[in-house]
C-alpha cells in the first residue's frame, strides 16, 4: 500500500438504493429501438463508393426513373402548345440536358446530396397559363409558331423568376427559415411529398393495367424474392427496378406485335402500346443544346409573376432554374422525389452514383435516337414504379417522428391537422383547375392567381405552413424537448456535428467564394 499525506480517513460511502426504472407497458415482452440519426442498413452513404461497374448501372437506373417524370410532362404540355411529335422529342432532349446540368451542380457545389434535379410538376399550371393566352391568340400563321413563341415566352419567365431562388439561397433566408422546423414539421412535409402524388400513381397505373399491375406485383414481389438465394439477393437488392422495367416492356411489346390492341380505344393504345409515342421516329440524331435554342426569350410580366409561384415552391436552387430558362426546358428543375424512393430501394445513397446518372442525362439528350428509345416505355410501367417509389419517401417521413415525443397529445394534434391539411387543401385546389391553369381562385390579376393556385396546389408547401404555425405557436418553448429540437439543431449550423462539414462541405475550399446553407 502506498501512504498518502491525508491521514484522516473518509467514512465509506454509504449505499444508497438506486430507484428501480419504470418499465412502459409491455416493456419486458419485446427491445425497444431508439433513434438513430442515420440508417443503419445504407450499404453506401454519400461519400462511399460502389465498384464503378456497379456505380454506372445505379447511375442508369436512376435516369431510368427521371425519364418517367420527363416523358409525363412533355407529353401533357407539348400538344397543348401547338408541337409535334418532333418538337416533342427536341423538349424532352432539352429537359434531360438541363436535369443533367442541374444534377451535377447541385452534387457538386449544391446542397452536396445524392439528389437528382428532374422537372417539376409545380411549374404546370404557370405554363397552362401561358399556352391558354396564345392559344386564343389567333395571330400565328401556324401551330409550329404558336408553339415556338410559347416555349419562347416560357424562356423568358424561367430565367427572370429565377432571380427570387437566387436571392432565397444568397441572403439564407432558407437557412434561417428552418430555424422554424422541428421533427414534428418534418413528418407531414416529407410525407406529404409521397403521399401528394397519388394521383399519378394507380390512377395512372389503371390506363393499361394489364402491364401496369404485372409491373407493381414483380417490383413488390422482387423484395421476397431476393431472400432465397444469396446471389439473387445481391443483384435484386440493387437492379430489381431494372429487370423488372425490362420483363414488363418486352412483355407489353409482346401485346403489341401480337395485335392485341388493334381494336382497342385512342386512349388505351396510347397507353398501352409501345409504338405510339413517336418518338423514335422523330427524334433527331444528334442535337446539340444551346442557350436560347427556341429563339430569344419573349418577357411578360403577368407570366413572370405567375411563374414566381413554381418557383417558391420548388425552392430549388436560383442557379439551376437560370440554366432551365437559358437551354428552353419547358418547366423548372428540382428535387425528384421518386430518386429519392429509388435510395432506400437500393441501400445506396452514394452522391457518386447520383453523379453517373447526369452523364447519362446529357449523352441521351444530345443523341436523340438512343434516348428515345428509352423514352418509349409505356407511362403505365413508370406509374407502377412510382407506386413503390412515392410510397418509401413517404415512409421515410413517417421515421422523424422518432426524434419527438408520440405519446404527447400536442404533438399528435400537430402532425394529424398538417398531415390531413397537407393533402386536403391542394387537393381541392386539383380539382378545381381545369385544363388550361386556371384555378379557384379568379381575380382579375391573373399573375396573382397563379401564384396563389400554386402555392396552394402542393401539398409540401401547404404542410409547411400549417405544421410550422402549430409547432411553434402550442406551448412551443415549454415542449421543446418533446418536439425533438435536441435532435434538429446540431444539424443546422456548420460546426453543430462533425457530419456537416465532412458530408457537405465544398470541394476545392469553394466555401471561401460562395455562402454555405448553414449559419
Same mark, same amino acid.
Given at each position: 500500500?502506498?501512504?498518502?499525506?491525508?491521514?484522516?480517513?473518509? #467514512?465509506?460511502?454509504?449505499?444508497?438504493?438506486?430507484?428501480?426504472?419504470?418499465?412502459?407497458?409491455?416493456?419486458?415482452?419485446?427491445?425497444?429501438?431508439?433513434? !438513430?440519426?442515420?440508417?443503419?442498413?445504407?450499404?453506401?452513404?454519400?461519400?462511399?463508393?460502389?465498384?464503378? #461497374?456497379?456505380?454506372?448501372?445505379?447511375?442508369?437506373?436512376?435516369?431510368?426513373?427521371?425519364?418517367?417524370?420527363?416523358?409525363?410532362?412533355?407529353?401533357?404540355?407539348?400538344?397543348?402548345?401547338?408541337? =409535334?411529335?418532333?418538337?416533342?422529342?427536341?423538349?424532352?432532349?432539352?429537359?434531360?440536358?438541363?436535369?443533367?446540368?442541374?444534377?451535377?451542380?447541385?452534387?457538386?457545389?449544391? !446542397?452536396?446530396?445524392?439528389?437528382?434535379?428532374?422537372?417539376?410538376?409545380? @411549374?404546370?399550371?404557370?405554363?397552362?397559363?401561358?399556352?391558354?393566352?396564345?392559344?386564343?391568340?389567333?395571330?400565328? =400563321?401556324?401551330?409550329?409558331?404558336?408553339?415556338?413563341?410559347?416555349?419562347?415566352?416560357?424562356?423568358?419567365?424561367?430565367?427572370?423568376?429565377?432571380?427570387?431562388?437566387?436571392?432565397?439561397? @444568397?441572403?439564407?433566408?432558407?437557412?434561417?427559415?428552418?430555424?422554424?422546423?422541428?421533427?414534428?414539421?418534418?413528418?407531414?412535409?416529407?410525407?406529404?411529398?409521397?403521399?401528394?402524388?397519388?394521383?399519378?400513381?394507380?390512377?395512372?397505373?389503371?390506363?393499361?393495367?394489364?402491364?401496369?399491375? #404485372?409491373?407493381?406485383?414483380?417490383?413488390?414481389?422482387?423484395?421476397?424474392?431476393? &431472400?432465397?438465394? #444469396?446471389?439473387?439477393?445481391?443483384?435484386? +437488392?440493387?437492379?430489381?427496378?431494372?429487370?423488372?422495367?425490362?420483363?414488363?416492356?418486352?412483355?407489353?411489346?409482346?401485346?403489341?406485335?401480337?395485335?392485341?390492341?388493334?381494336?382497342?380505344?385512342?386512349?388505351?393504345?396510347?397507353?398501352?402500346?409501345?409504338?405510339?409515342?413517336?418518338?423514335?421516329?422523330?427524334?433527331?440524331?444528334?442535337?446539340?443544346?444551346?442557350?436560347?435554342?427556341?429563339?430569344?426569350?419573349?418577357?411578360?410580366?403577368?407570366?413572370?409573376?405567375?411563374?414566381?409561384?413554381?418557383?417558391?415552391? =420548388?425552392?430549388?436552387?436560383?442557379?439551376?432554374?437560370?440554366?432551365?430558362?437559358?437551354?428552353?426546358?419547358?418547366?423548372?428543375?428540382?428535387?425528384?422525389? +421518386?430518386?429519392?424512393?429509388?435510395?432506400?430501394?437500393?441501400?445506396?445513397?452514394?452522391?457518386?452514383?447520383?453523379?453517373?446518372?447526369?452523364?447519362?442525362?446529357?449523352?441521351?439528350?444530345?443523341?436523340?435516337?438512343?434516348?428515345?428509345?428509352?423514352?418509349?416505355?409505356?407511362?403505365?410501367?413508370?406509374?407502377?414504379?412510382?407506386?413503390?417509389?412515392?410510397?418509401?419517401?413517404?415512409?421515410?417521413?413517417?421515421?422523424?417522428?422518432?426524434?419527438?415525443?408520440?405519446?404527447?397529445? &400536442?404533438?399528435?394534434?400537430?402532425?394529424?391537422?398538417?398531415?390531413?391539411?397537407?393533402?386536403?387543401?391542394?387537393?381541392?385546389?386539383?380539382?378545381?383547375?381545369?385544363?388550361?391553369?386556371?384555378?379557384?381562385?379568379?381575380?382579375?390579376?391573373?399573375?396573382?392567381?397563379?401564384?396563389?393556385? !400554386?402555392?396552394?396546389?402542393?401539398?409540401?408547401?401547404?404542410?409547411?405552413?400549417?405544421?410550422?404555425?402549430?409547432?411553434?405557436?402550442?406551448?412551443?418553448?415549454? =415542449?421543446?424537448?418533446?418536439?425533438?429540437?435536441?435532435?434538429? !439543431?446540431?444539424?443546422?449550423? &456548420?460546426?453543430?456535428?462533425?457530419?456537416?462539414?465532412?458530408?457537405?462541405?465544398?470541394?476545392?475550399?469553394?466555401?471561401?467564394?460562395?455562402?454555405?446553407?448553414?449559419?
Amino acid at each position: 500500500m502506498v501512504e498518502t499525506g491525508n491521514h484522516q480517513h473518509q #467514512p465509506p460511502p454509504v449505499a444508497i438504493a438506486a430507484a428501480p426504472l419504470q418499465q412502459p407497458i409491455g416493456g419486458g415482452k419485446g427491445p425497444v429501438y431508439g433513434p !438513430t440519426e442515420q440508417l443503419t442498413q445504407l450499404h453506401y452513404c454519400i461519400h462511399s463508393n460502389p465498384s464503378w #461497374p456497379r456505380a454506372v448501372l445505379l447511375g442508369f437506373q436512376h435516369y431510368i426513373v427521371m425519364l418517367g417524370t420527363t416523358v409525363m410532362i412533355a407529353t401533357y404540355l407539348v400538344p397543348r402548345m401547338g408541337g =409535334t411529335h418532333g418538337d416533342k422529342a427536341r423538349v424532352i432532349q432539352a429537359l434531360l440536358f438541363a436535369s443533367g446540368i442541374n444534377t451535377l451542380f447541385q452534387t457538386w457545389i449544391g !446542397t452536396r446530396l445524392p439528389t437528382v434535379m428532374g422537372p417539376s410538376f409545380s @411549374y404546370v399550371l404557370p405554363v397552362l397559363s401561358i399556352i391558354k393566352d396564345y392559344f386564343d391568340n389567333n395571330n400565328f =400563321t401556324s401551330e409550329h409558331e404558336r408553339f415556338l413563341h410559347t416555349m419562347r415566352t416560357i424562356q423568358g419567365s424561367l430565367i427572370v423568376s429565377s432571380i427570387i431562388n437566387i436571392l432565397i439561397g @444568397y441572403l439564407k433566408v432558407w437557412g434561417k427559415f428552418t430555424r422554424l422546423f422541428s421533427p414534428i414539421v418534418i413528418v407531414p412535409v416529407v410525407c406529404v411529398v409521397g403521399l401528394g402524388r397519388f394521383a399519378m400513381g394507380f390512377p395512372q397505373l389503371a390506363n393499361c393495367v394489364e402491364i401496369g399491375l #404485372p409491373m407493381l406485383i414483380l417490383l413488390v414481389a422482387c423484395q421476397n424474392l431476393m &431472400r432465397i438465394h #444469396p446471389v439473387a439477393h445481391a443483384v435484386l +437488392e440493387k437492379f430489381a427496378l431494372l429487370i423488372c422495367i425490362g420483363l414488363v416492356w418486352a412483355y407489353a411489346a409482346i401485346l403489341t406485335v401480337a395485335g392485341s390492341y388493334n381494336n382497342a380505344k385512342a386512349d388505351t393504345q396510347q397507353n398501352c402500346r409501345v409504338d405510339r409515342s413517336y418518338l423514335l421516329e422523330s427524334a433527331p440524331w444528334i442535337k446539340v443544346q444551346y442557350p436560347f435554342q427556341w429563339g430569344t426569350p419573349i418577357f411578360r410580366a403577368s407570366h413572370v409573376f405567375g411563374m414566381f409561384g413554381a418557383a417558391l415552391v =420548388t425552392s430549388a436552387e436560383g442557379i439551376g432554374q437560370l440554366f432551365d430558362g437559358l437551354f428552353g426546358a419547358v418547366v423548372g428543375t428540382s428535387a425528384s422525389v +421518386e430518386n429519392v424512393g429509388l435510395l432506400g430501394l437500393t441501400h445506396v445513397g452514394s452522391r457518386r452514383v447520383v453523379q453517373m446518372s447526369t452523364g447519362f442525362m446529357i449523352f441521351f439528350s444530345i443523341f436523340g435516337k438512343f434516348g428515345a428509345f428509352f423514352a418509349m416505355i409505356p407511362l403505365p410501367i413508370f406509374a407502377a414504379m412510382y407506386c413503390v417509389l412515392w410510397g418509401i419517401v413517404a415512409g421515410a417521413g413517417i421515421s422523424f417522428i422518432q426524434f419527438a415525443n408520440t405519446n404527447s397529445l &400536442r404533438n399528435i394534434y400537430v402532425l394529424g391537422i398538417s398531415l390531413f391539411l397537407g393533402i386536403s387543401i391542394p387537393q381541392y385546389f386539383t380539382t378545381h383547375t381545369d385544363d388550361t391553369g386556371h384555378g379557384p381562385l379568379r381575380t382579375s390579376a391573373g399573375w396573382f392567381n397563379n401564384i396563389v393556385n !400554386t402555392f396552394f396546389s402542393s401539398p409540401p408547401v401547404v404542410a409547411m405552413i400549417v405544421g410550422t404555425l402549430l409547432d411553434n405557436t402550442l406551448d412551443a418553448h415549454k =415542449t421543446r424537448n418533446e418536439r425533438g429540437i435536441p435532435w434538429w !439543431t446540431p444539424f443546422q449550423s &456548420r460546426k453543430g456535428d462533425s457530419r456537416n462539414e465532412e458530408f457537405y462541405s465544398y470541394p476545392v475550399r469553394m466555401h471561401e467564394w460562395i455562402p454555405s446553407r448553414f449559419l
